[in-house]
């Protein structure tokens, strides 16, 4: 039985270890909100968030904007992350003397790639400068479809010509 188990482990792993991550990645995130969401390799283990939702406890849609470092577990495929950006909300009901929140939002997540899609889970805090109320927790599941490959971009770099 130890050797089926240490066998199954071994593959696994291995299956990791040739995976391929993003470069660009779209979809939903659903949570204490609904919306959308982009993400954006900008460096080796970095990216920019995007984050577009609508609150199901409040009557106003949020814009996040967040980057994110990456910290792979087993593979690229599978990671945690942590961040920090902006956000800006805009409130959509009948009470004119509401202020459209603004300030700092941070997350904390996990993610894996299977295929062409990514999935994670993260806790995203955000801190109103402007705004009601002052402190807000989120969290969501996001499923995004990879629109763009590393795999691809090396491809593409080995197509081009090389100039000296």
């Known amino acids: 039985m130890k050797k089926i188990v240490y066998i199954s482990i071994l593959l696994l792993s291995a299956s990791f ?4 991550s993003y470069k660009t990645a779209f ?4 949570g204490t909100e609904f ?7 900008v460096l080796k283990r970095t990216t920019i968030e995007g984050i577009l939702h609508s609150s199901f406890r409040r009557e106003e849609f949020q814009l996040s904007v967040i980057a994110e470092r990456h910290f792979p577990l087993v ?6 992350y942590s961040g920090v950006g902006l956000h800006k909300s805009w409130r959509y009901d009948s009470d004119s003397t509401s202020v459209n929140p603004a300030g700092l939002t ?4 996990a993610e ?8 994670s889970y993260d806790f995203k805090p955000v801190i109103n400068f402007k ?5 807000d927790a989120q969290t969501g599941i996001s499923l995004r479809y990879i629109i763009i490959r590393d ?5 593409m770099k080995k197509k081009l010509p090389k100039f000296k």
């Open 151 to 155: 795999s691809w971009i090396k491809k």
């Open 112 to 119: 894996i790639s299977l295929g062409k899609f990514n999935l």
């Open 17 to 20: 270890l040739h995976a391929q």
């Open 131 to 135: 705004g009601k109320p002052v402190f």
């Open 27 to 30: 979809g939903v995130r659903v």
């Open 106 to 109: 941070a997350i904390i997540g």
């Open 75 to 80: 593979s690229k495929r599978l990671n945690v």
């Open 35 to 41: 919306g959308f969401t982009v993400q954006q390799k």
